[in-house]
């Protein structure tokens, strides 16, 4: 099992639908999980951490589930601007790598 | 305040040819880290550096180097080029490690014919 898994998609929604994207995780001693989002040929950059109890930004909603080993971002009332790849990231405590970066499930908000 | 900046935005190597990309932050982030990001693949790291003068190797740092001299710089050198390094390069930086937000560079896209 990979250490990071997520549907790449593409995703193709509609202008205010919502939208939920999952990963899973396969080092049960993970502690700490982000989302970040990378625009088309552009860096990547935080969207929000995730944290135990789950949070929220505005539209943006991050969940943990450790007993199943998977995070999920679910935006609600889609945006155009919302467009991108999501890429999910968590730690990893052993290895040399302290992050490991999914590959990235790619987000289409059509008009 | 610039943040995290790359030069080349774009480079051409021929197989054998050396180069260094440059990475600069102005932000006195003691964490840097310099990732490849290739189609298909999650952002893999190369190197990362906790502070002046120490340097570490990631997850795939095989034909590359780097150095930490001051807080502000973090070159990553190519000793000989190979076309299985034609990729996208990133650099990083965190105030406070590799847990914290990680501010990424604009990008280098390297091709080595």
């Known amino acids: 099992r990979k250490e990071v898994e997520q549907d790449p998609g593409p995703f193709n929604v509609p202008e205010g639908a919502t939208v939920a994207f999952n990963c899973t995780y396969s080092?049960?001693?993970?502690?700490?999980f982000f989302w970040y989002r990378q625009d088309c040929r552009k860096e990547p950059k935080l969207l929000m951490s995730v944290y135990s109890s789950g949070n929220e930004d505005g539209r943006f909603t991050a969940q943990l589930n450790r007993a199943s080993q998977y995070i999920s971002l679910l935006i609600r009332d889609s945006k155009l601007s919302d467009s991108a790849t999501y890429l999910c990231?968590?730690?990893?405590?052993?290895?040399?790598?302290?992050?490991?970066f999914g590959k990235g499930t790619r987000l289409s908000v059509i008009a | 305040n610039a943040g995290v900046t790359q030069t080349p935005k774009f480079q051409v190597l021929k197989t054998g040819q050396s180069m260094t990309l440059q990475c600069a932050q102005d932000m006195n982030h003691e964490y840097m880290s310099w990732y490849r990001q290739d189609p298909g693949m999650g952002l893999r790291l190369i190197h990362y550096?906790?502070?002046?003068?120490?340097?570490d190797q990631g997850e795939v740092p095989n034909g590359y180097n780097v150095s930490r001299s001051t807080t502000e710089d973090f070159p990553l050198r190519l000793l000989s080029a190979a076309p299985s390094q034609t990729s996208v390069y990133f650099c990083?930086?965190?105030?406070?490690?590799?847990?914290?937000?990680?501010?990424f560079g604009p990008g280098t896209r390297l091709t080595v014919l």
């Open positions: 550096s906790v502070g002046a003068g120490i340097t």
């Open positions: 990083a930086s965190s105030s406070d490690g590799p847990l914290d937000t990680q501010y």
């Open positions: 990231v968590v730690n990893s405590p052993s290895g040399n790598t302290p992050l490991v």
């Open positions: 080092n049960s001693a993970s502690q700490s």
